[in-house]
C-alpha cells in the first residue's frame, strides 16, 4: 500500500514562490522507480484537475494553466527504501492557483487524468492578491 503525504502549503502573495513536497512511504527504491506521479488541485467548487506529471523514467508535464510557472521533480535517492518524495516548485503565483493541492501515484501512468489509484490528503495554498 502507497502512503502520499503532501505538505508545504500555506499562505503567499501573489507573484511568490512555494514548493510543495509529497513523501511516498511504503515504497523501494524500486518501486519508486517504476511509479508514476503527479500533482492535481481542486478550488472551491470546481472540478479537481491535473497540474504536474512525471513517469516512472522522469519525464515531466505540465498543464497548460501552469506551463513556465510550475515545475515537478522526485527524488528517489533515498537508499534506506523509506521515504522518497515528490515536489512541485511554484513560481509566479496567481491568485487562481489558490486550491487544495494533492499528490496522486499509480503504476499506469494517466497522464492529467484523474485515474490514480493513490491519493494523499491534500495541502492547502492561498494565494493573495
Known amino acids: 500500500q502507497v502512503q502520499l503525504v503532501e505538505s508545504g502549503g500555506g499562505s503567499v502573495q501573489a507573484g511568490g514562490s512555494l514548493r510543495l513536497s509529497c513523501a511516498a512511504s511504503?515504497?523501494?527504491?524500486?518501486?519508486?522507480?517504476?511509479?508514476?506521479m503527479a500533482w492535481f488541485r481542486q478550488a472551491p467548487g470546481q472540478e479537481r484537475e491535473g497540474v504536474a506529471t512525471?513517469?516512472?523514467?522522469?519525464?515531466?508535464?505540465?498543464?497548460?494553466?501552469v506551463k513556465g510557472r510550475f515545475t515537478i521533480s522526485k527524488d528517489n535517492d533515498n537508499k534506506d527504501n523509506d521515504n522518497n518524495t515528490l515536489y512541485l516548485q511554484m513560481n509566479s503565483r496567481k491568485p487562481e492557483d489558490t486550491a487544495v493541492y494533492y499528490c496522486?501515484?499509480?503504476?499506469?501512468?494517466?497522464?492529467?487524468?484523474?485515474?490514480?489509484?493513490?491519493w494523499g490528503q491534500g495541502t492547502q495554498v492561498t494565494v493573495s492578491s
Open positions: 496522486a501515484a499509480d503504476f499506469i501512468y494517466y497522464g492529467l487524468l484523474k485515474d490514480y489509484k493513490y
Open positions: 511504503k515504497l523501494t527504491s524500486l518501486t519508486m522507480s517504476t511509479i508514476c
Open positions: 512525471i513517469t516512472n523514467e522522469g519525464a515531466t508535464n505540465v498543464a497548460d494553466s
